[in-house]
């Protein structure tokens, strides 16, 4: 079994640096599905806000974004690198541009590679190169990127680990009385085509583009998983034990 994690920079970023605790946490719970035998492959964003520890420049500038990007992607790894080394794995940094998935030719050769990586037992580091493409630094914070990454490299589900826990029929940080939906099977136009609400000034995406992502894996006959990135213990009763406690789960 194939599949893709999506961390949001949220999740990755605690008071403008990387959250290493997250991080750790988040090794661990692919070396441990890479110990059950499963394919994993990550998409993670991050790059900016490493980049931002290093050189503080004003990240509401895109052109600073790129910036920071470009300083920050090769920290990112390292840290990933040491990390997994604990638990003697091997990552790599894999950086696509916007128009990857736009062309058959471009998206099969990538496939090689990282089928290659997989059958090497090494995890892929998915981005998308936002130094030379700002469109995913603008908006969508890699979910469009993570849902294409799924799809075309044809793994079965999508797990994105969020600053939310779930889906909910409201908005949860503005109304008490929301309530979670367990598991989502058609996801309406209106609900599809909603306002962006980025939740900080971290996040670009909202829930509006994990909907969009949900919805092209659905139409595409796969599945997706939206879970707490704070807090990993729904997505591993979820991935490890096939238990479904807390998190979305959108299946057609
Ligand atoms: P991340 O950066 O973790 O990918 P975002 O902050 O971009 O996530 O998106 C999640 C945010 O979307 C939540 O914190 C929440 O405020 C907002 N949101 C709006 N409507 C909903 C909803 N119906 N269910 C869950 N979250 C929602």
Do not use: W
């Amino acid at each position: 079994m194939r599949i893709v994690i999506k961390v949001g920079s949220h999740v990755l970023t605690e008071d403008g640096v990387i959250a290493k605790g997250r991080m750790m946490a988040l090794v661990e719970l692919i070396a441990e599905l890479k110990s059950l035998g499963k394919e994993v492959i990550l998409v993670s964003s991050g790059a900016v806000s490493a980049g931002h520890t290093q050189l503080s420049l004003d990240r509401s500038v895109v052109a600073n974004k790129q910036a920071l990007a470009a300083i920050g992607q090769p920290l990112l790894l390292k840290m990933y690198q040491e990390k997994f080394a604990n638990f003697d794995l091997l990552c790599s940094q894999v950086l696509f541009s916007a128009d990857v998935f736009g062309s058959e030719k471009h998206v099969a050769r990538a496939k090689v590679a990282i089928d290659t990586l997989l059958e090497h037992g090494v995890v892929p580091i998915i981005n998308e190169n936002d130094t030379v493409s700002v469109e995913e630094l603008v908006f969508g914070d890699n979910d469009r990127l993570s849902a294409h990454v799924t799809h075309y490299f044809d793994a079965s589900m999508l797990v994105i680990l969020s600053d939310i826990d779930a889906f909910y029929d409201k908005d949860p940080n503005q109304y008490s009385d929301a309530k979670r939906r367990a598991v989502v099977h058609t996801i309406l136009e209106e609900e599809l085509n909603a306002e962006h609400t980025p939740n900080n000034e971290f996040a670009t995406g909202g829930i509006v583009t994990k909907l969009q992502a949900a919805d092209f894996l659905m139409k595409h006959g796969r599945e997706m998983f939206l879970a707490s990135g704070f807090d990993l213990s729904d997505a591993k009763a979820f991935l490890l034990h096939k238990q479904h406690i807390g998190g979305t789960l959108f299946k057609s």
